[in-house]
C-alpha cells in the first residue's frame, strides 16, 4: 500500500505535510466508531493549499494515510514533544473532542500499534531522513518546514482562540535564528492575520527530531488556523475565496525559506544546480 508521496524539489528545502491523509485501511476502519471515521482532526486541503510549492523548487513530502492510523508526528517510543499538553497517542484512541475512535474492545494493542509504525509510520519518516541528509550532502544546508494546520478553538490543547500563523522552532532547538527572524519579519509584517512563534504550539516529534542546525539541517513547523483557507465544521470544504488570500502570504513565507537556505547553500553546489 502506498503511504505517502514525494517528489523531489530543486532547492535545499523540503515541504512536509503528516497530517493530510485520509486513507484508513479497511481492517482498521471496521473497527472505528463513526466518530472516527468522519476524521474531524486531519489537516485537510493543505497540499491544495501548498500547490505553489513546487514551482518555488520545493521538494514536497505528503501523507496519504489518515493520523488515526498513526500518528507521523509523535515519538514511536511514547515520549511527550509538550509537556503540559495533552496529547493524543501515536495511535490515537480519542479525537481533539475527547471523543472515542474505536468500537469498545476494539483499540489497538501493543501488537497492533508496532505493526502500523512498521507499515505507516516508518516508510514515511525514512523518506524524510534520507531527503534531509541528500539535501544537506548535497547544497551543504537543509531546511524542514513542517506544515499544518489546526481549528482555532481546540480546548483540549488550548485557552481561547489561537493565533493565524503559529511557528514553532522547539522553543528555539530546531532552526537557526537569523532563519527564524527573518520568517517572523514576514509574518508580522501582514496586516491581516495574527502570528506567534513558540507559542501555545512549539513543534512537534518531527521537527525537534530533524532539526539539528549545527548540522546544517533546519527544522520549522507552521500551524495554520484551519479559518484562513476553509470550514472548520464539517464537512470541512475548502474554502477558495479564504485560500485567495491567505495563500500570498504563505508564498511570501516559503519564499523566504528558499532565499535563506540558498544564501546559505555552499556556493560551489549552489551554482551547478540553478
Known amino acids: 500500500m502506498e503511504t505517502f508521496r514525494f517528489q ?17 485501511p479497511p481492517d482498521i476502519a471496521a473497527t472505528m466508531t463513526e466518530h472516527g471515521l468522519a ?29 488515526y492510523v498513526v500518528d507521523l508526528n509523535r515519538d514511536p517510543n511514547g515520549l511527550v514533544a509538550q509537556p503540559g499538553l495533552d496529547p493524543t497517542e501515536l495511535c490515537p484512541l480519542t479525537s481533539f473532542d475527547r471523543a472515542p475512535i474505536y468500537r469498545p474492545g476494539h483499540e ?13 509510520w516508518r516508510p514515511y519518516h525514512d523518506q524524510l531522513h534520507s531527503e534531509l541528509r541528500a539535501l544537506r550532502d548535497r547544497f551543504g544546508v537543509a531546511v524542514l518546514f513542517d ?8 480546548p483540549r490543547f488550548f485557552d481561547g482562540t489561537l493565533p493565524d500563523f503559529n511557528l514553532g522552532t522547539g522553543d528555539g532547538s530546531s532552526a537557526a535564528q537569523p532563519l527564524v527572524a ?7 509584517a ?14 512537534g516529534y518531527i521537527i525537534r ?25 464539517a464537512p470541512y470544504r475548502f474554502r477558495p475565496d479564504l485560500a485567495a488570500e491567505v495563500k500570498p502570504g504563505l508564498e511570501r513565507l516559503m519564499s523566504a525559506v528558499v532565499e535563506w537556505s540558498w544564501q546559505k547553500a555552499t556556493g560551489r553546489r549552489r551554482a551547478a544546480y540553478l
Not at 43 to 61: E, Q, T, V
Not at 108 to 118: A, S, Y
Not at 190 to 197: K, Q
Not at 209 to 233: F, R
Open 8 to 24: 523531489p524539489g530543486e532547492t535545499p528545502v523540503l515541504l512536509s505535510i503528516p497530517h493530510v491523509g485520509t486513507l484508513i
Open 108 to 120: 489497538p494493542d501493543r501488537t497492533e500499534i508496532e505493526r502500523r509504525v512498521g507499515a505507516y
Open 209 to 233: 527530531s530533524y532539526g539539528k542546525p549545527d548540522e546544517n539541517i533546519h527544522a520549522i513547523q507552521l500551524e495554520l488556523t484551519q479559518s484562513t483557507y476553509m470550514d472548520e465544521d
Open 39 to 67: 476524521q474531524p482532526d486531519v489537516d485537510r486541503h493543505l497540499d491544495r493549499l501548498y500547490h505553489f510549492a513546487p514551482a518555488l523548487g520545493i521538494g514536497f513530502l505528503t501523507a496519504l494515510c489518515s493520523r
Open 147 to 154: 506544515a499544518h494546520s489546526v481549528r482555532s478553538r481546540v
Open 190 to 203: 501582514s496586516e491581516r492575520y495574527s502570528a506567534a512563534l513558540n507559542g501555545r504550539m512549539r513543534g
Open 182 to 188: 527573518r520568517l517572523m519579519n514576514v509574518l508580522s
